[in-house]
């Protein structure tokens, strides 16, 4: 059974920093792409960053380019968001997401964690 | 970067009718559009992707149309021929053809009526 499990999120005051995390198992995790994905409650979905299988290919929606990096250690099969430089409108449910495509694949989500929520305070 | 458009942002139905969603990207996106299911309190569920690939598992009432057969255009529907309870939820469309950037639709809920 695939599993997506993020942790990290919280209560952080804006300017500040947040690592989260995605344990993920029952699937060959060097074998795809992975994103972050995240919503702010009733509100749409955004994607927010993925990065390739051999971490060779990495993208950032505009609202965080220069603010968060994503990361993976395909030894440990997880994935990992660093954010830093946090506003109010960074305040969201954080989804990690597998990629459909195996290998060279770069395109849409498959399997959803549970999300971890981040909530940034002004 | 692509922008998509989807319409309407809600609407009203009753069990057993046909249901259209459309989805219009900013350029050309060659097919390159995924479709996802959201519940209320749940996860995004893909439901097709190259704009018309059902997944498996997935009703076969679902259905997606393209930008045509030479992939220039730039429109896309989700449609559901007959309407079930369980279809009530929100529907994303999300475009992968200007890759490393992935850009979803507003979103589509689909509500009783």
């Known amino acids: 059974e695939v599993q997506l499990v993020e942790s990290g999120g919280g209560l952080v005051q804006r300017g500040g920093s947040l690592r989260l995390s995605c344990a993920t198992s029952?699937?060959?995790?060097?074998?795809?792409?992975m994103h972050w994905v995240r919503q702010v409650p009733g509100k749409g979905l955004e994607w927010v960053s993925g990065?390739?299988?051999?971490?060779?290919?990495?993208g950032y929606a505009d609202s965080v380019k220069g603010r968060f990096t994503i990361s993976r250690d395909n030894a440990k099969h997880s994935l990992y968001l660093q954010m830093n430089s946090l506003r109010a409108e960074d305040t969201a449910l954080y989804y990690c997401?597998?990629?459909?495509?195996?290998?060279?694949?770069?395109?849409?989500?498959?399997?959803w964690g549970q999300g971890t929520m981040v909530t940034v305070s002004s | 970067d692509i922008q998509m458009t989807q319409s309407p942002s809600s609407l009203s139905a009753s069990v057993g009718d046909r249901v259209t969603i459309t989805c219009r990207a900013s350029?050309?996106?060659?097919?390159?559009l995924a479709w996802y299911q959201q519940k209320p309190g749940k996860a995004p569920k893909l439901l097709l992707h190259?704009?018309?690939?059902?997944?498996?598992?997935v009703p076969s009432r679902f259905s997606g149309g393209g930008s045509g057969s030479d992939y220039t255009g730039t429109d896309y529907t989700l449609t559901i021929s007959s309407l079930q309870p369980e279809d009530f939820a929100t529907y994303y469309c999300?475009?992968?053809?200007?890759?490393?950037?992935?850009?979803f639709g507003g979103g589509t809920k689909v509500e009783i009526k």
């Open positions: 997401a597998k990629d459909f495509s195996p290998r060279y694949g770069y395109s849409g989500f498959d399997m």
């Open positions: 990065i390739g299988w051999n971490s060779g290919r990495i």
């Open positions: 999300q475009q992968y053809y200007s890759t490393p950037l992935l850009t």
């Open positions: 350029q050309v996106i060659s097919n390159s």
């Open positions: 029952g699937f060959t995790f060097d074998n795809y792409a």
């Open positions: 190259a704009a018309s690939i059902l997944e498996y598992g």
